[in-house]
């Protein structure tokens, strides 16, 4: 397994198990497969409702002696709900009480978006705060407290655009180390990739295998599918494998973190496997061809009607 290294040295490793989408009653057996048959990074998320459970993986595994703490690297997030500066200590309180845990490896800002307190997912314009009443450089400072407390080891974003990090720059005492967005053959952002790097900004794909269990309703008709994708079934069977591991092994060729979701312990195996297998040269040619652009986690949410984001300005320019 590859790791990522951070400017202090400490090591991510690069395929972590995603639990978005990974539902009440099946999320405790998926973190406890994983990490005993090797997983050693977790991403989670306060707004996925199943920290409860994850924690509780967590703590068996240690309990029965799989894994020790120091050995895992466990991400999550601060919700939209809780931007406001003195908010970010009880959102990431609620975190490590439900995941059990003392301190978290990384903390990210979910999305560059404020709503109410108390707020999950928006229901109408009404849930939502404007930038400009809790500037995201607010939310920074308190990222920064919680990080200064020792409560968290490294903080970062998600959902953050090219020119949105560049903004946030000037006002950071602590730079972001991470940003966590959706990565695939599909939407390969290489400028974002390029900026990142640059600035020493690790960056996490999630949706890697195209997040094909987002609720139908949600679902576009004539949405692409990266598992019918020709050029991916092809370098599947020329290395003997599926199309999800050429998807996972191409993240990690490019140095970038991935971290699929699977419940089901046959796929978290090939999951696993995948971070070993090395694609050519010519490979990641034919791949970084099929660039298309594409969003399946579209933030339509977030633009709703008489929102004050919008999704020109959410998503920016980064390909
Ligand atoms: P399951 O949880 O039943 O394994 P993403 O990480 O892009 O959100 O994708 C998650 C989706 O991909 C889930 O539907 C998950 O189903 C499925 N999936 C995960 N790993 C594999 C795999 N190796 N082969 C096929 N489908 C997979």
Redesign the pocket.
Known sequence: MKYLQFKNKDKMPILGL?T??SGKGEVYGAVFEAIKMGYRHIDCAPIYENETEVGQAIKDCIADGLVKREELWITSKLWNSNHSRENVLPGLEKTLNDLKLKYLDLFLIHWPVSLKPGTGFPKSANDFIAPEYIPIEETWKGMEEVLEQGLVRHIGLSNFNLQKIESLLPSCTYLPEVNQVEMHPFLQQKKLVEFCNWHQIILTAY???????QKKMIKPADEPDLFDEPVILGIAENHRV?P??ILIAWSVMRNISVI?????KD?LM??LRAADILLTQDELDIISAIDRNYRYVSGKLWAMSGSPYSLEDLWGDNE
């Open positions: 995603g978005w989408k949706s890697p295998l195209g997040s094909r269990d599926n999800a591991q699929p979701k699977s419940v089901n796929r090939q999951n």
